[in-house]
């Protein structure tokens, strides 16, 4: 019923910038938060950042200051610019979006297949 599609991602230098895309598609009412979570080779998936439907922001401390996440809710898609790249952000990244379904109450999350990001050093 719906899917999240990433792009954007690639192999950077050290200190590069890469910008994440996510584009929901289906039968959706709305779109709560949206997110972006990293996992590394034997590591737990994490938060990377997460902006509420009204614009509110929140960054795992790893990030702030070097990542932006945005969102345009008309097209239903959510960004991450990433700038001052570092070999430890190397993951694959997740998108995620808690959607309201029409004719229900409360959202279901839903993921994407992800998108790999290489910072090399």
């Known amino acids: 019923q719906v899917q999240l599609v990433e792009s954007g991602g690639g192999l950077v230098q050290a200190g590069g910038s890469l910008r994440l895309s996510c584009a929901a598609s289906?039968?959706?009412?709305?779109?709560?938060?949206m997110g972006w979570y990293r996992q590394a080779p034997g590591k737990q998936r994490e938060l990377v950042a997460d902006?509420?439907?009204?614009?509110?922001?929140n960054y795992a401390d790893s990030v702030k200051g070097r990542f932006t996440i945005s969102r345009d809710n008309a097209k239903n898609t959510v960004y991450l610019q990433m700038n001052t790249l570092k070999p430890e952000d190397t993951a694959v990244y997740y998108c995620?979006?808690?959607?309201?379904?029409?004719?229900?109450?409360?959202?279901?999350?839903?993921w994407g297949k992800g998108t790999l990001v290489t910072v090399s050093s």
């Open positions: 902006i509420t439907s009204g614009g509110s922001t």
């Open positions: 289906g039968t959706i009412f709305s779109i709560n938060a």
């Open positions: 995620n979006a808690d959607v309201l379904l029409p004719g229900t109450q409360f959202g279901m999350d839903y």
